[in-house]
């Protein structure tokens, strides 16, 4: 069927993944790498860099009217980020899953903020929260050469084929 040979062919929902800096100070980016990868992700794009002001302001766009919004450019300016994009079945949903609610004080135990954050100002993690959106932070983080298309050996493991 159409939506299996597309799982085959790779052509799957992909979504991106942000250490924020205290994440990578706090050194959980083995750790949110290992949640991706043992839930049956693939990696199709990594890199660790100092994000510039631009950027911030490219991605956080949607909350530059929000009291928050210069702390929120300064604290994911402070330090290097590690952005990643990840692909597979539902992908965005189940990411926003993983990473557990914006604020760290609802976030359940068993997800990412919920178990390495207490405070919604230093959440660790960033996750797309749509397909739409994916897309559009997928190509402001990233070119085109750098995403990496390629076959998990073991698909039947994770997928009906
Ligand atoms: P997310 O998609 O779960 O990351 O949440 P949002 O898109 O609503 O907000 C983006 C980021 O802004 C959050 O992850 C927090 O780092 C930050 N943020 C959101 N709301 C607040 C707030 O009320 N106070 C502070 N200090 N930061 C906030
Ligand atoms: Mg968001």
């Known amino acids: 069927c ?6 085959l062919s790779g052509v799957q929902e992909r979504t991106l993944v942000a250490l924020k800096p ?7 980016v083995g750790d949110v790498i290992k949640r991706f990868e043992q839930r049956g992700f693939k990696l199709v794009g990594m890199k660790l860099l100092q994000a510039s002001e631009v950027i911030l302001a490219e991605h956080y766009h ?3 009217r929000k009291p928050f919004y210069s702390s929120l450019i300064r604290y994911m300016a402070s330090g290097p980020v590690v952005v990643m994009v990840w692909e597979g079945h539902n992908v965005v949903r189940s990411s926003r899953l993983m990473v557990g609610d914006t604020d760290s004080a609802q976030a359940k135990p068993g997800t990412v ?3 390495f954050s207490v405070h919604i100002s230093r959440n660790v993690i960033h ?15 990233f070119h085109v050469s750098e995403l990496v298309s390629w076959d998990n050996a073991d ?6 084929v």
């Not at 929260?129 to 983080?141: K, P, Q, T």
């Not at 698909?155 to 009906?160: D, I, R, T």
């Open 2 to 7: 159409a939506f299996y040979s597309s799982v």
């Open 22 to 28: 205290d994440g990578v100070q706090r050194r959980l």
């Open 62 to 64: 949607d909350l530059r």
């Open 113 to 115: 903020r919920g178990d």
């Open 155 to 160: 698909q039947s493991n994770l997928y009906q």
């Open 127 to 141: 996750a797309s929260d749509s397909v739409e959106v994916a897309e559009r932070e997928i190509g402001l983080w």
